[in-house]
């Protein structure tokens, strides 16, 4: 379902735990970490996308999470070309998407990355709320400087510095969770399904 400029509805989340650290998913056998995110079928509302997503992409559903704000308008990327299926080339420009500001009100114990036979992710992390914009594919770093920023008033008390960066910063090694493991984050690769 594109709109007549060519852009796909989509939803976007930001999951905050208690520490205001956001949930960070690594893309399945990939090494790219995203938010989740997703499409908005036909007839579906972006928050009930958004709670669809929520379940099918980290297992939690809508009693583990608190809504805590909303971008105001739709925020768009363009795909590159090299990105795009051959199928949608011509019609397809990218996404635009409604971001939801989520606060985890459940435990960490209730993310479940197999909740379907599909899963987006096989590792997830907290992260500090301004993640490092150059571990998300470049097409999608303006639209998630743009959500974080957005979102921040609802996060951070007004006059209290939140050390918000300048744009990007170099990624520092993270622990990761996968099955129990330890691992160090590596440098992230472009999704290879982007749209």
Known sequence: ???????????????????????????????????????????????????????????????????????????????????????????????????FLLRLVGRDCDVCLRATAHPEFDAWRWHEYWVPLDAVIEFKRDVYQQALLELSRFVFKPGRPHGKPARARPPRPETLSKQGQSKTAAVPEPPADTV
């Not at 998913?25 to 995203?34: E, F, I, L, M, T």
């Not at 768009?76 to 409604?98: A, F, S």
Request: net charge positive.
């Open 1 to 99: 379902m594109l709109d007549k400029d060519g852009y796909r509805p989509n939803v976007g989340i930001i999951l905050l735990n208690g520490r205001n650290e956001v949930f960070w998913g690594k893309r399945v056998k990939q090494h790219s970490w995203q938010f989740p995110q997703g499409g908005i079928k036909h007839g579906e509302a972006p928050e009930q996308a958004m709670y669809r997503e929520l379940w099918e992409e980290i297992g939690l559903k809508a009693d583990h999470v608190r809504i805590v704000g909303r971008t105001r308008e739709w925020l768009r990327y363009d795909v590159p070309d090299q990105w795009i299926r051959r199928e949608l080339r011509g019609n397809y420009r990218g996404q635009k998407q409604i971001w």
